[in-house]
């Protein structure tokens, strides 16, 4: 596994066009086989003036991840939106790399970012919620520590219906 020097940092109004072109290169490769490619596509179209509308100058939960001055991934973290999780839970609610960075160890860093902001707002458990079918990301998660808690919600992506799963971690 290669792992590279990475900076993470907030995510600010200039990054937006990356960070839509990270997030569609990823949909595009990693749920090529598992969501409508015509529903990927519809969304991919939509992401820049997506990320341009979140991304302001309070920006307090979405990041992006970089090697040197390239951004190769982005990364949401903040307070989980289950009501059924208390304040002892964060929330990794997205994570997104760029397929030419795909295992080479800079997913697991990030998440040991995740962790760390976690920690210090006094957290000691994570969430990610994940398609039941992406068992590439769901094995990237148990390596990470994370285990499946039960809790499923169920999505529609066009004309497909996808299940999730939450996995959940102690810190």
């Known amino acids: 596994m290669i792992y590279h020097n ?4 907030l995510a600010v109004p200039t990054d937006a066009p990356g960070m839509a072109d990270i997030h569609a290169r990823s949909w595009e490769v ?22 341009e509308r979140i991304i302001t100058e309070d920006n307090t939960t979405q990041y992006v991840i970089q090697t040197g001055s ?4 982005i990364m949401t973290i903040a307070s989980p939106q289950d009501d059924d ?19 080479q160890g800079i997913g697991t860093q990030a998440m040991t970012f995740a962790y760390g902001k976690a920690c210090a707002l006094g957290k ?3 969430t990610v919620w994940v398609f039941a079918e992406n068992t590439s990301s769901i094995k990237f998660y148990k390596k990470c520590g994370f285990a499946a808690d039960g809790k499923t919600k169920t999505l529609i992506c066009g004309e497909k ?10 810190l």
């Open 124 to 126: 000691n458990k994570m």
């Open 30 to 51: 990693a749920y090529k086989d598992i969501i409508p490619w015509a529903y990927i596509k519809e969304k991919s179209a939509s992401r820049r003036m997506l990320w």
């Open 6 to 9: 990475i900076a993470i940092r």
């Open 85 to 103: 999780l208390d304040d002892s839970f964060y929330e990794l609610h997205g994570i997104y790399l760029h397929p030419s960075v795909y295992r």
């Open 70 to 73: 390239n951004t190769v991934g």
């Open 161 to 170: 219906t996808m299940q999730c799963i939450r996995m959940r971690k102690s």
